[in-house]
């Protein structure tokens, strides 16, 4: 009960004018963005995160929590008409929604999507609702040992684990580390590899860094495609994209359950939405479904829809309460709530309740907005996809020069943002993946500062990692996880 | 056997992390007796894993197939290095408009009409956004010594 009280107050700190207004804008811009094919979430909250300083920090973070959930409604505009998925977790919605959409059916496709991914996002709110506070509740029990211990084992199964290469994915992450340690030493403050410069004396700035790193190299990547044309021979109204009561029967069953799949599943470190989605969607298999899936059934639709929001919204546990992402978004989400001054982990519940059951709230808020928006958006979508490559490659080039000197106020920042899209573009071109790094620089310092202080608790001997109950569980999951991902690509490759 | 980026990347990490080393254990400290872990300590136990892990990598990457390039992606890296230039020169605002205007004729050979349309409205729209709503104040080069 105490829970819902606070979540409660938590909306009378959102539900404010501006608070509102900021969601709403946040809402229609994440949206936006995450409809048009080949930017994705990663690069679209990246590129938005500068709009976010026009406001007070409260108004800011719901703004960025709006931004981030819109993004991952936008993601399957794409993957339903053309075919072609914003972002990871809509590669499954491809399956289903673009055969339904050829089916003459497009606009109820993208109807279901929506009303799929809103109850799914609001199953995960609810089970953050209760269940965040009680994770920060058990993580007020880790001391150095076990919270370094958890980033280790965070950095890894997000880091190397989850790309195609391990080797590639603990150079990207180790490449972050070694970014984010350029500056001050976090505990003692003395300047480190900072060459003497001023601007090097402050560190690398986060938000042109992850700019240029996910939105600069982007658009260096996009040369390729610029001359290619979105074919779309279809029109959208309201009116045919309404659901029937039968269509809605058919899309609740699946929802319900890939929502609350999909939300445990956020919860789990390294498992994000694409394991939602991909999760919702094998479960609705072992279910009865009225056509067969991945003939545009709109079960299937739901399932994976309904999955990959509610894995959002799940993610948002470990992120408040433990302070891990699940996620390069998330990571870049964590980022934005740190530049803010909100320092999530476990004392977050209790020393900063206003801030976050604000973002709690807000979340709901934004699942709300951010359904009434895509209804309202639908009769345009076709206009928003079909829009040129060769316009966004400067629209886009545009924002990331002026996002990031506005960042920062300065010049530096434009440099630095260059300078990462330039890196990240090569490490594009070599397949490093840069989620890794930008959840290794978030992470950085406060892994620093808790390694630093096991050690000292240890007196140099890395074995307390292996006493401490909590920490010995982390270290057993983290080896069961290497083990079993090694096994698994040398059966992969026994099988080529 | 030919030398490609592929291999170039992981040989710049290795040069870098054995800098990171070297800084940590000589300039910055190791460990101190006493007190623990200094300042080199974690970026050095960094710098050896981003060590080895390149290492690996540039092993691997003799393996693979090359890098692929495109020559015109490169157009946005040298138009991104004009802008910063042009901005030390005569602002930001401006050397963005003029850039819009060069890509838009010059590299997507679009009319005049189109090309000034695009470039004025997407300034126009950055100005607003940025200069009057989030009240950014846009560095102005070596016009401001003029002005």
Do not use: H
Not at chain 1, 43 to 67: E, N, Q, R, W
């Amino acid at each position: 009960m105490e829970n819902i009280q606070w979540l409660l107050q938590g909306f009378q700190v959102a539900l404010t004018f501006e608070n509102i207004g900021a969601a709403t804008l946040g809402a229609i811009l994440g949206i936006l963005v995450g409809a048009m094919p080949g930017i994705g979430s990663l690069a679209g909250v990246a590129l938005l995160l500068p709009l976010t300083y026009k406001f007070d920090p409260t108004t800011a973070i719901i703004m960025l929590g709006a931004l981030y959930y819109a993004n991952m409604f936008g993601g399957a505009y794409s993957a339903i008409l053309i075919n072609i998925p914003g972002d990871g977790p809509a590669v499954m919605t491809t399956l289903d929604g673009y055969p339904m959409a050829q089916k003459g059916r497009p606009g109820a496709a993208l109807l279901v999507a929506n009303t799929a991914s809103f109850i799914g996002g609001l199953i995960g709110m609810i089970i953050l609702t209760f269940t965040g506070p009680a994770l920060a509740r058990l993580g007020l029990n880790f001391g150095p040992v076990e919270m370094a211990s958890l980033m280790i084992l965070a950095m890894t199964s997000i880091g190397w684990l989850m790309g195609d290469s391990v080797m590639k994915g603990l150079v990207s992450t180790a490449l972050g580390i070694i970014i984010a340690c350029i500056g001050m030493d976090s505990v003692t403050g003395i300047p480190r590899y900072s060459f003497g410069n001023i601007y090097l004396l402050g560190g690398i700035p986060f938000t042109p860094l992850v700019i240029g790193m996910v939105g600069f190299s982007k658009v260096i990547g996009m040369m390729k495609d610029r001359n290619a044309v979105t074919e779309l021979d279809m029109k959208l109204s309201f009116k045919e994209s309404l659901l029937s009561p039968s269509d809605f029967g058919r899309l609740l069953p699946p929802a319900i359950r890939s929502g609350i799949l999909g939300t445990f599943i956020g919860v789990l470190p390294g498992a994000g939405a694409t394991t939602g989605a991909f999760a919702g969607y094998a479960v609705q298999k072992k279910f009865k479904s009225k056509e067969p899936l991945g003939t545009g059934a709109i079960e299937g639709l739901a399932s994976c829809e309904a999955g990959n929001n509610a894995a959002a919204a799940g993610a948002f546990a470990p992120l408040l309460a433990l302070g891990i992402p699940g996620s390069g978004t998330g990571a870049v989400l964590l980022g934005g709530l740190m530049m803010w001054g909100l320092t999530p982990g476990p004392l977050l519940f209790t020393e900063q309740p206003e801030f976050t059951w604000g973002l709690i709230a807000s979340l709901f808020l934004a699942n709300g907005l951010t359904l009434l928006v895509a209804i309202c958006i639908i009769p345009f979508l076709v206009k928003i996809l079909v829009i040129p490559t060769r316009l966004m490659i400067p629209i886009i080039t545009t924002v990331c020069i002026v996002g990031s000197y506005s960042a920062t106020n300065s010049l530096y920042g434009v440099i630095i943002m260059f300078v990462a899209g330039c890196i990240g573009y090569i490490m594009n071109v070599c397949n490093y993946p840069s989620a890794p790094l930008i959840l290794a620089i978030v992470l950085s310092k406060i892994f620093e500062t808790n390694l630093r202080r096991a050690f000292i608790i240890s007196g140099g001997s890395p074995l307390i990692f292996f006493t401490e109950p909590i920490s010995l569980f982390f270290m057993v999951v983290l080896i069961l996880l290497i083990v079993l991902t090694a096994r698994k690509k040398v059966l992969d490759k026994s099988k080529i | 056997m030919k030398i490609t980026v592929k291999q170039i990347f992981p040989g710049i990490l290795i040069i870098i992390s054995l800098f990171f080393i070297y800084e940590g254990i000589v300039n910055i400290g190791f460990w101190d007796g006493d007190n623990g872990p200094k300042g080199g300590f974690y970026p050095t136990i960094i710098a050896v894993v981003l060590l080895i892990g390149s290492i690996v990598s540039l092993m691997q990457s003799l393996k693979e197939d090359k890098a692929e390039f495109f020559r015109d992606d490169f157009k946005v890296i040298f138009a991104g290095a004009a802008i910063i230039a042009g901005a030390m020169l005569i602002g930001l605002l401006p050397s963005i408009a003029i850039y819009l205007i060069i890509w838009m004729k010059v590299i997507e050979k679009m009319s005049w009409k189109s090309t000034l349309i695009f470039a004025g409205a997407t300034t126009i729209i950055v100005y607003l956004v940025f200069g009057v709503w989030l009240a950014i104040q846009f560095p102005m080069g070596l016009l401001e010594n003029f002005l």
